[in-house]
């Protein structure tokens, strides 16, 4: 809304001074738009921009885990009160007392809802498994009295990985190589691969944070991780379990919405099962999973 009226600031002022100028107006001059009123206009719609941006990425429905995934919710709410403290410093309380006031207030709150985050060590352990940022993101942007946060959620982290994933995964029979007599290697393939010897047991977690990170974060980072899960099959599963979760429940919201337009006055008999596949067939459909 205050976007729009800052796109259409000269026609609306021309609207307000017409109708302020006739004889019968019920408009009081007091109550037109000044200059500092549209000033203040555009401090609040540049304050709000950020916040606005990250719901709209944040509600999608990470397709391929990203754009909607539950590993960019820590991020995004660091993002947010960066912003915040900047702008705090920007708009001072005694340049703009009131605007200054609504800073401190909405930093106040979106960090007890940050530090809510820490109740729960999905946040951080998802977003270590984006292959571009792993544990790296902590030690570069805790800063600032953060830096006592680092150890503990690195260890929250390690402990969820034990606890839930950790050698508890297998490696599908169809992803392995088939050696048809077990008493016998191939020559070259046990020269290539060592097939002989007992394989080095190793927490597929370390091995993954000591190797540097990617460049680039993978376009695909579902398929990445499928890919994953021949050498390293307990972590793969965890990033496929973790990297599907939404960030919102904006997903959800669809489905209801789209469920109240299936269920009509003329088809208002449907038992939850033909409702339950209607909106699978709908969904598919529109991703394209149909040929």
Known sequence: ????????????????????????????????????????????????????????????????????????????????????????????????????????????????????????????????????????????????????????????????????????ATIEPDLVLEISNKDEVDEFENYLYDLSSTPNKCDEYDSYCREKPLKMAPPHLIQYWNGQAVNTPSLAQMALDLLSIPAMAAECERVFSSAKILISDRRNRLKDDIVEANECIRYWDKKGYFD
Request: glycine share 2%; net charge positive; proline share 5%.
């Open 1 to 168: 809304m205050i976007q729009r009226a800052l796109k259409l600031r000269p026609r609306l002022s021309l609207f307000i001074a017409e109708a302020i100028d006739k004889d019968d107006s019920p408009l009081d001059p007091a109550d037109s738009i000044s200059k500092d009123d549209w000033a203040t206009l555009q401090m609040v719609h540049d304050l709000l921009k950020p916040f606005w941006k990250l719901t709209l990425r944040l509600q999608g429905q990470a397709a391929n885990g990203k754009f909607g995934a539950i590993w960019e919710v820590l991020p995004a709410m660091e993002v947010l009160i960066n912003h915040l403290e900047a702008a705090s410093k920007i708009h001072t309380h005694r340049k703009a007392k009131h605007l200054h006031i609504c800073i401190n207030n909405a930093w106040i709150k979106l960090r007890e809802y940050y530090q809510l985050l820490d109740d729960s060590p999905i946040y951080a352990a998802s977003l270590t498994l984006n292959p571009a940022i792993k544990e790296r993101h902590f030690d570069k942007n805790w800063r600032g009295g953060l830096e006592s946060w680092i150890p503990k959620t690195k260890e929250d982290i390690r402990m969820f990985w034990s606890a839930e994933y950790k050698d508890k």
